[in-house]
């Protein structure tokens, strides 16, 4: 037996016993993503991964992510015992968000409706009047936008920048990154490019508005590997983490999928195109789920109540924008 089999079983073992699922994102580990798979759990981007919970008949559900994306979970099923594989994993959006300054900084503009970026805590979605994930970012806002709304938008300014550039929105921003988005290189990206001319160049709207200039297609996780997959060129490059390459593999394994370089003119590469808070979640951990207590995300009743406000109106507005598109 392989050790990955021998790693399946107890899981598959510990999950039973606990009535538990994995919900997992993209971005970590080839493993865990496989793991969720082969468990009936499920792999997605953030919005599915909380939506597909709330489906769940499982008492417990195991995050294979990041805090906001337990945290959302916990909102959207309140009821069900939700778990993280490694407390510590959070994300750059969120750490630079603090709530009281981010309350400060919306008191400033009282005129403004608050929309925040699924990347945050959830005290500070208890305060938004919308929450956005990349997935459905422009067309919200361009729905805000005709009904003469002005707006804050916070953490992630890139997105934030690459939104007003695609609607003409008003919106004041926060100034918030992304550490794994920031660190695509221009030039270089310029140069793979040329090098690679029978190309598609896949960027996730984290990144600077440089990159995203140089992009053939921009979008949530789901709608890069949805482009990966259609794409009729022989070499894709992708500008977003590189977990997400065992998905876009698996559906093209003829094409040939090369990382946009992070390395060059001023790099510090501190992450490479690697969410340091993703890797924390590694298969070790998750058989230890169950044991350590402070896995288990608490809020506060009333921070759910708010903060379930303007989750489900995101929630609502997506299943709405589908069946206006389908008809
Ligand atoms: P998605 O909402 O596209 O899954 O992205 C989440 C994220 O953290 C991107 O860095
Ligand atoms: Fe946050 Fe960036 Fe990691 Fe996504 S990749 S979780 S935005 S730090």
């Known amino acids: 037996m392989t050790d990955y089999q021998k790693s399946l079983n107890e899981i598959i073992k510990i999950l039973r016993v606990n009535d538990a699922k994995i919900i997992a994102h993209y971005y970590v580990d080839e493993i865990l993503q496989k793991i969720a798979e082969d468990t009936g759990g499920f ?18 559900l195991i995050v294979a992510g990041v805090k906001f994306m337990a945290e959302t979970a916990k909102i959207l099923s309140p009821e069900k015992r939700i778990l993280t594989i490694d407390s510590d994993a959070t994300c750059s959006l969120d750490d630079g968000c603090e709530f009281n300054e981010f309350k400060r900084f919306c ?82 990206l310029k140069d793979m490019i040329t090098k690679y001319s029978d190309c598609d160049v896949l960027v996730h709207p984290e990144s600077p508005r440089s990159i995203i200039s140089l ?13 990966s997959k259609t794409s009729k060129k022989k070499y894709i490059i992708v500008a977003t983490e590189k977990g997400i390459f065992y998905q876009m593999k698996k559906l093209s394994p003829n094409k040939i999928f090369l990382e946009a370089p992070t390395a060059g003119r001023g790099a510090t590469c501190i992450s490479c195109a690697r969410c340091p808070w993703m890797k924390l979640n590694t298969i070790d951990k998750l058989l230890k789920v169950f044991n350590e207590k402070d896995n288990e995300v608490f809020l506060p009743d009333d921070v759910i109540r708010d903060a379930k406000k303007s989750l489900s109106r995101m929630v609502s507005f997506k299943e709405k924008n589908i069946i206006n598109k389908a008809s």
């Open 43 to 60: 792999v997605s981007d953030s919005l599915e991964m909380a939506r597909f919970g709330q489906q769940q008949k499982e008492s417990t």
């Open 107 to 188: 008191q400033k503009h009282p005129d403004r409706e608050v929309v925040v970026y699924a990347n945050t805590s959830a005290k500070v979605k208890s305060i938004a009047d919308w929450v956005v994930t990349s997935s459905i970012a422009v067309s919200l806002i361009e729905y805000l936008t005709s009904m003469g709304k002005k707006l804050i938008w916070a953490p992630d300014k890139y997105l934030g920048q690459y939104v007003i550039d695609k609607t003409g929105a008003d919106m004041k921003l926060w100034d918030g990154s992304c550490v794994v988005h920031e660190e695509f290189k221009f030039t270089e």
């Open 215 to 227: 992009a053939n297609v921009v979008g949530s996780t789901t709608k890069l590997i949805e482009a």
